[in-house]
């Protein structure tokens, strides 16, 4: 499993309407697309959710490298790349997922970073945070409220590792709004694209 994203941060006038109708006409054009398991089409905009930006920021779980090829050297990065330029493309490996309920489709985001200091464990630092994500969605334990917020919440969610910097990426899809004490930026999500994301196996991934 891979995790990908890039951010396109707009001017702070910029209409988010123009990026609302670009994804409500070109979303579904991945909801097939071979080897992709999600696209979530997230978006943050200025004074909403404490965001200082406007930003269109999708981000991608890929269950195959060729899905993943198959995108970024094709039609569809090509022609984000001639409307606002060719973004920097962030890459992670995906080391483990949670799976919430899936029902219904996903309408917020939280992504989180960390690097991890040097005398850190990384193997140790991944259980952690997959462990810490299966608790918002799995059952009450002992003491815990079965409505605690984020437990129904969560749709998915995903740990992975840059090797190359040791940065821990955490990010959640939740349904309604994302629980106030989850950690990171908060996005909005437009759209879901899922066409494998089935396919791709909850725990952890190594």
Do not use: C
Not at 55 to 62: D, G, T, V
Not at 150 to 156: D, F, K, N, V
Not at 191 to 201: G, I, K
């Amino acid at each position: 499993m891979h995790a990908m994203q890039y951010e396109i941060t707009l001017p702070a006038d910029y209409d988010m309407g123009i990026i609302r109708k670009r994804v409500a006409d070109k979303g579904h054009l991945l909801d097939a697309h071979p080897g992709l398991g999600l696209k979530a089409y997230l978006v943050r905009e200025r004074g909403q959710d404490g965001s200082p930006v406007n930003q269109y920021a999708p981000f991608y779980l890929w269950r195959t490298a060729e899905g993943m090829n198959g995108f970024l050297w094709g039609p569809g990065f090509r022609g984000l790349s001639a409307d606002f330029g060719r973004p920097a493309v962030h890459h992670w490996l995906g080391a483990g997922l949670v799976e919430g309920s899936r029902t219904v489709a996903p309408t917020t985001a939280t992504r989180a970073t960390v690097r991890l200091p040097e005398a850190a464990d990384p193997a140790e630092a991944v259980e952690q945070a997959v462990a810490g994500l299966a608790r918002l969605a799995g059952p009450a334990g002992p003491g815990e409220l079965p409505e605690r917020p984020g437990r129904s919440a969560l749709h998915t969610a995903v740990v992975a590792v840059d090797p190359s910097r040791w940065e821990l990426l955490t990010l959640a899809l939740w349904h309604g709004p994302a629980p106030e004490d989850a950690p990171g930026t908060r996005y909005r999500v437009l759209h879901l694209s899922r066409p494998e994301l089935d396919r791709l196996p909850a725990g952890r991934h190594w």
